[in-house]
Nanobody, 123 residues
Framework: QVQLVESGGGSVQAGESLRLSCLVSGRPSEKYIMGWFRQAPGKDREFVAAIVWVGGDTHYAQSVKGRFTISRDLAKNTLFLQMNTLKPEDTADYYC????????????????WGQGTQVAVFS
């Protein structure tokens, strides 16, 4: 069992930055992939970024590549999403997820989810 708790959301102006955190408790498998997803009102949940929990390989959605950075601190069991140069279209609830998806972009393939943290970007 794994529990995920996100924090760090807020309201910012376009161009500013935020760093989201996801505290991972329980016993995450070395094989786990940790992902960040977001869901805007009225839209489907979409992939943002993913990292192999132990190996550290990263993957990004094209829409955030070069602006967002996913990382993790294994000693603190914490996943991060550094979001720079935020845009109004980044406004959404952001969720961290854990599991062994065959494709990191497949939300339905992740086993564990946090409760989400809200990000609002104003122009």
């Amino acid at each position: 069992q794994v529990q995920l708790v996100e924090s760090g959301g807020g309201s910012v102006q376009a161009g500013e930055s935020l760093r989201l955190s996801c505290l991972v408790s329980g016993r995450p498998s070395e094989k786990y992939i940790m992902g960040w997803f977001r869901q805007a009102p009225g839209k489907d949940r979409e992939f943002v970024a993913a990292i192999v929990w132990v190996g550290g390989d990263t993957h990004y959605a094209q829409s955030v590549k070069g602006r967002f950075t996913i990382s993790r601190d294994l000693a603190k069991n914490t996943l991060f999403l550094q979001m720079n140069t935020l845009k109004p279209e980044d406004t959404a609830d952001y969720y961290c997820a854990a599991g062994t998806p065959p494709n990191v972009m497949w939300a339905h393939a992740y086993e564990y989810w946090g409760q989400g943290t809200q990000v609002a970007v104003f122009s």
